[in-house]
C-alpha cells in the first residue's frame, strides 16, 4: 500500500464529542539520568517551580478547547494518584491514567487500541508547553490527515531560545526539531505506530532501516539533499498512512526535558519569564 502527504485546503477539525489527549509519562527504567539528577523516581515528577511538570503539561492539554479528557500512560500508576495537583490542574476534565508499554510507541500503539482515534500525544517532559501552541498544531492539520507531527524550524528555535542545544532533521529545504506534539486522526494512523515500532526495533541496526528507506533516500537524506515533502511521502509509503508535518512558528515549542541541561535551560527560562511580567 502506498500514500501521499495529506495536502488538504482544508483543514482537521476536532469531533463533536471531543478529543482524547495522552501524555506519554513513563520511565527510561531505573537510573534515568535525568531522574536522578532531579532526585525522584521518574522525570515526569520533578517540579519546575513547584509544579510536577506532568501537572504543566496536564494544565496546557486542560487550557484547549475540544480536548475532552486526558490519558496518562505510566508503568506505575499510583504515581498519579499521588499527585493532588494534577486533578486541579485538569480543570474538571476526567483523567485516565493506563499502564505503560515497554517503549513509548507500544504505549501509542496501546492507548490507541484503548482510546481509539483521534488521539492527540505529548509527553510528559514538555514542561513549557502551551495551550496555544497546541491549537495552533491542531489547527493546521490537513483535513486529510491520518497522522500529523509538529516540527520547528531552526531558525525558530535559535531564535526564541538562543542558548538551547537541539537535536536537528537536516533536510534540503531546512533544518528542523520535533515538538513533541503528535496527532493519529484516523484508523491508518496505526500504519504509522507500527512503523515507530519498527524504528525503535532497529535501532542499534541502522544498516536495517536505511535498506527499509532506500538507499537512494538514505544518501540523499545522508548529503542534506533530500525535502522534507519526499521524505514525508517515503514515511506516508511505508505506513500506509497520509502523514503531515506542521511546522511550528514556535521555537521554545521544541524545547523538551531530556537531560540536565535542559531542566536547568527550562529553569533559566522560566525565571527570565518571571523578571519580563514583574517589570
Same mark, same amino acid.
Given at each position: 500500500? $502506498?500514500?501521499?502527504?495529506?495536502? /488538504?485546503?482544508?483543514?482537521?477539525?476536532? %469531533?463533536?464529542?471531543?478529543?482524547?489527549?495522552?501524555?506519554?509519562?513513563?520511565?527510561? *527504567?531505573?537510573?534515568? %539520568?535525568?531522574?536522578? +539528577? #532531579?532526585?525522584?523516581?521518574?522525570?515526569?515528577?520533578?517540579?519546575?517551580? *513547584? $509544579?510536577?511538570?506532568?501537572?504543566?503539561?496536564? #494544565?496546557?492539554? #486542560?487550557?484547549?478547547?475540544?480536548?475532552?479528557?486526558?490519558?496518562?500512560?505510566? =508503568? !506505575?500508576? =499510583?504515581?498519579? @494518584?499521588? !499527585?493532588? *495537583?494534577?486533578?486541579?490542574?485538569?480543570?474538571?476534565? %476526567?483523567?485516565?491514567?493506563?499502564? /505503560? @508499554?515497554?517503549?513509548?510507541?507500544? /504505549?501509542?500503539?496501546?492507548?490507541?487500541?484503548?482510546?481509539?482515534?483521534?488521539?492527540?500525544?505529548?509527553?510528559?517532559?514538555? @514542561?513549557?508547553?502551551?495551550?496555544?501552541?497546541?491549537? +495552533?498544531?491542531?489547527?493546521?492539520?490537513?483535513?486529510?490527515?491520518?497522522?500529523?507531527?509538529? &516540527?520547528?524550524?531552526?531558525?525558530?528555535?535559535? =531564535?526564541?531560545?538562543?542558548?538551547?542545544?537541539? $537535536?536537528? &532533521?537536516?533536510? @534540503?529545504?531546512?533544518?528542523?526539531?520535533?515538538?513533541?506534539?503528535?496527532?493519529?486522526?484516523?484508523?491508518?494512523?496505526?500504519?504509522?505506530?507500527?512503523?515507530?515500532?519498527?524504528?525503535?526495533?532497529?535501532?542499534?541496526?541502522?544498516?536495517?532501516?536505511?535498506?527499509?528507506?532506500?538507499? *537512494?533516500?538514505? &544518501?540523499?537524506?545522508?548529503?542534506?539533499?533530500? %525535502?522534507?515533502?519526499?521524505?514525508?511521502?517515503?514515511?506516508?509509503?511505508?505506513?500506509? $498512512?497520509?502523514?503531515?508535518?506542521?511546522?511550528?512558528?514556535?521555537?521554545?515549542?521544541?524545547?523538551?526535558?531530556?537531560?540536565?541541561?535542559? &531542566?536547568?535551560?527550562?529553569?533559566?527560562?522560566?525565571?527570565?519569564?518571571?523578571?519580563?511580567?514583574?517589570?
Amino acid at each position: 500500500m $502506498t500514500s501521499q502527504p495529506a495536502t /488538504s485546503s482544508a483543514f482537521w477539525r476536532a %469531533p463533536a464529542g471531543g478529543l482524547t489527549a495522552l501524555i506519554l509519562a513513563g520511565s527510561r *527504567g531505573a537510573g534515568d %539520568p535525568l531522574a536522578v +539528577y #532531579a532526585g525522584v523516581s521518574h522525570k515526569a515528577l520533578i517540579e519546575i517551580d *513547584g $509544579t510536577p511538570m506532568i501537572e504543566r503539561v496536564v #494544565a496546557a492539554l #486542560a487550557a484547549v478547547a475540544g480536548i475532552a479528557r486526558i490519558v496518562i500512560s505510566i =508503568e !506505575l500508576p =499510583e504515581l498519579i @494518584a499521588g !499527585l493532588s *495537583g494534577v486533578q486541579a490542574a485538569a480543570n474538571g476534565l %476526567p483523567i485516565e491514567v493506563l499502564k /505503560s @508499554a515497554a517503549s513509548p510507541s507500544r /504505549s501509542v500503539a496501546a492507548a490507541l487500541d484503548h482510546c481509539g482515534t483521534p488521539l492527540l500525544v505529548t509527553t510528559a517532559d514538555h @514542561a513549557l508547553l502551551q495551550a496555544e501552541w497546541i491549537s +495552533y498544531f491542531l489547527g493546521h492539520i490537513p483535513a486529510d490527515a491520518d497522522a500529523a507531527v509538529a &516540527l520547528a524550524n531552526k531558525a525558530a528555535i535559535l =531564535e526564541a531560545v538562543p542558548d538551547t542545544a537541539r $537535536t536537528y &532533521l537536516r533536510f @534540503a529545504d531546512d533544518h528542523y526539531s520535533g515538538c513533541n506534539l503528535f496527532l493519529f486522526a484516523t484508523p491508518a494512523a496505526a500504519g504509522a505506530v507500527h512503523f515507530w515500532r519498527e524504528v525503535e526495533a532497529e535501532r542499534k541496526r541502522p544498516w536495517r532501516m536505511l535498506r527499509r528507506l532506500g538507499l *537512494g533516500f538514505a &544518501l540523499r537524506y545522508a548529503i542534506g539533499k533530500l %525535502p522534507l515533502n519526499s521524505a514525508i511521502a517515503r514515511l506516508g509509503e511505508l505506513s500506509g $498512512t497520509r502523514a503531515a508535518v506542521v511546522k511550528m512558528p514556535f521555537g521554545r515549542a521544541a524545547v523538551d526535558v531530556d537531560k540536565p541541561a535542559d &531542566l536547568d535551560l527550562v529553569q533559566r527560562l522560566l525565571a527570565q519569564d518571571r523578571k519580563k511580567n514583574q517589570a
